[in-house]
Nanobody, 122 residues
Framework: QVQLVERGGGSVQAGGSLRLSCTASGSPYVLQCLGWFRQAPGKEREEVMIIERDGSATVPDSVKGRFTFSKGNTRNTLSLQMNSLKPEDTAIYYC????????????????WGQGTQVTVSS
């Protein structure tokens, strides 16, 4: 069983930055696909970033150019750098992972973190 723990959420004013991290533990297998999602109150969960094992990433237009990812020194740490934050970025952010390739995992990730709150004030 894989455990994912997110850290780094908080409150920031519009235009500010936050960095989230996700640490995975417990997996005996290589995680092939990683993802960041968010869910705002009253809205459906949406993709923020889908990352293949080769490092290629898919991001929606809503965060393109503002959000980037990086992998830590150990292969089980993933960070999400969020710049130029907007009030509409306010949500609970979740890290997700799967041992399958993203084409299979994307619709139903096997492992999820508990989420971390990001609040952006205007």
């Amino acid at each position: 069983q894989v455990q994912l723990v997110e850290r780094g959420g908080g409150s920031v004013q519009a235009g500010g930055s936050l960095r989230l991290s996700c640490t995975a533990s417990g997996s005996p297998y290589v995680l092939q696909c990683l993802g960041w999602f968010r869910q705002a109150p009253g809205k459906e969960r949406e993709e923020v970033m889908i990352i293949e094992r080769d490092g290629s990433a898919t991001v929606p237009d809503s965060v393109k150019g503002r959000f980037t990812f990086s992998k830590g020194n150990t292969r089980n740490t993933l960070s999400l750098q969020m710049n130029s934050l907007k009030p509409e970025d306010t949500a609970i952010y979740y890290c997700a992972a799967d041992t399958r390739r993203c084409a299979q995992a994307r619709s139903a990730f096997a492992f999820w973190g508990q989420g971390t709150q990001v609040t952006v004030s205007s």
